[in-house]
């Protein structure tokens, strides 16, 4: 048995899953493809279609409808890949609280969601790939080599993304980061199509007490022992 050439890597926002991912997919050279871009992608194109984000039928159909490409970074600003929405970089925009706000309302939809997983089915046949998301290890590839499930407490979860948002120059605050945590794990667990949940098969990772890099030790004795 070779090195597995299929990883998911599934987790609750925050939890560290695409620096493990970034890390864990250059370690190996496969491609690292991180689906969370592409609902947050879809999400600013419903703000910006200024669609009601409760109506359904429509965002479905926005969801079939635009082109989401992600691709090796063009720019030296700190992001691992450029995101284009219809072939407009939005990088960063993607980020924005109003994308964190609605992304999880949208997630639920059926439409979205097949929209989105026959795009990361191809991207994973195509592809040796670390691929990290929610339902990677149950809904996208259920076949993975290798499945992690990354946790950590919210606490944790929110000092890391308010950090980060700091580190970026993006004003914020703790509390608000917490609630709007809480809230997206909330609906991500409880959704009725792919919730957030470890795969049967998948290895549990606690993140309190590591650092990333102990997180990636961990990852690749996963990985060179399978
Ligand atoms: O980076 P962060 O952990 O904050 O979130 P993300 O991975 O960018 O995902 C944003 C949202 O997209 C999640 O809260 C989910 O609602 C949704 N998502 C999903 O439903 N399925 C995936 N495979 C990835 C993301």
């Not at 989105?116 to 195509?126: C, L, N, S």
């Amino acid at each position: 048995m070779g090195l597995p050439t299929t990883i998911a890597i599934d987790g609750p926002a925050a939890s560290g899953k695409s620096t493990l991912g970034s890390l864990l997919a250059k370690e190996l050279g496969y491609l690292y493809f991180d689906t969370g871009v592409m609902y947050r992608a879809v999400t600013l194109a419903v703000i910006r279609a200024g669609l009601d984000v409760a109506a359904e039928e429509a965002v479905g159909k926005l969801a079939g409808d635009v082109r989401i490409d992600v691709s090796p970074p063009s720019v030296d600003d700190g992001r691992d890949y450029d995101v284009l929405l219809d072939g407009e970089d939005v990088t960063w925009e993607i980020r924005a609280d109003a994308v964190n706000d609605y992304v999880s309302d949208i997630s639920v939809y059926a439409a979205v969601r097949k929209a989105m997983t026959d795009q990361q089915r191809r991207i994973a046949k195509e592809n040796k790939v670390v691929m990290v998301g929610r339902d990677i290890g149950t809904v996208v590839m259920p076949d993975a080599d290798l499945k992690i499930y990354l946790d950590a407490s919210v606490e944790v979860r929110a000092q890391r993304r308010y950090d980060e948002m700091v580190a970026r120059n993006q004003p914020s605050d703790y509390d608000d980061v917490l609630r709007s945590l809480k809230n997206r794990d909330q609906i991500d667990s409880n959704r009725e199509l792919a919730p957030l949940k470890p795969a049967d098969d998948a290895v549990v990772i606690n993140a309190d007490d590591l650092g990333i890099l102990d997180v990636l030790e961990k990852a690749k004795e996963l990985v060179y022992r399978v």
